[in-house]
């Protein structure tokens, strides 16, 4: 039977992200583009910057054999946030240089790479990154390679690396440790729900 979900953080009600979001008047204009595969991924962050980030755009590209219009989205001054030889480290950058926009890929590493693959547009931003030794706490899944992260924790870096004196950007950080605390309490219940089934009731006499 399936759970009662929250209709705007489409959580499972128990996991409700929404008391822990708190809205952030970022100045960057994030565009948050999601592999449809995500969108109902218990692990699936995007869903808080959505919701928290005042100057955002956020799409769900449905159809991955064909590139969006994107054109209205990338002004100058955006670039791309992905990791690679050619992309320049954003804690390097000066203020000037910053971007005023920000492309963010939400999905698997395979996924981000589909959706760079079908919107040949993205390829010809500028790329961005973060310091080959940046990493994060928590980890709900396993990532490629060190430095890599989740949208959540990658959208919370590079705004504090772009507008530092941003109000609330710790907030994004709070939501999704309660996402991670919330997943691993569900993780432990439901396994000790199947251990206590599969062993049962110890009776008087059984071996130890």
Not at 119 to 128: F, G, I, T, Y
Not at 131 to 149: C, F, N, Q, V
Not at 175 to 183: I, K, P, Q, T
């Amino acid at each position: 039977m399936s759970r009662n979900s929250c209709r705007r953080c489409l959580r499972p009600e128990s996991l409700c992200l929404c008391a822990a979001i708190v809205p952030i008047f970022n100045r960057t204009t994030i565009v948050l583009l999601q592999h449809p595969g995500e969108r109902r991924h218990p692990f699936n962050t995007a869903i808080i910057a959505k919701l928290a980030l005042q100057n955002v755009h956020f799409d769900v590209h449905w159809n991955t054999k064909k590139p969006l219009d994107l054109s209205a989205l990338l002004p100058p001054g955006t670039a791309l946030l992905y990791p690679g030889p050619t992309a320049t480290n954003l804690d390097g950058l000066r203020q000037p240089e910053r971007p005023t926009g920000l492309v963010v890929l939400d999905g698997t590493w395979w996924g981000a790479k589909k959706l760079l693959k079908v919107n040949p547009v993205l390829a010809s931003l500028p790329k961005v990154s973060f310091p080959t030794d940046s990493t994060m706490g928590h980890k709900l899944r396993r990532e490629p390679a060190a430095g890599y992260m989740s949208t959540v924790e990658a959208i919370h870096l590079a705004l504090t690396l772009i507008e530092p004196e941003t109000a609330n950007l710790e907030s994004l950080m709070r939501a999704y440790d309660r996402l991670v605390e919330g997943h691993l309490s569900e993780r432990a219940r439901r396994r000790d729900s199947r251990y206590r089934t599969r062993v049962g009731p110890r009776r008087a006499g059984d071996s130890t």
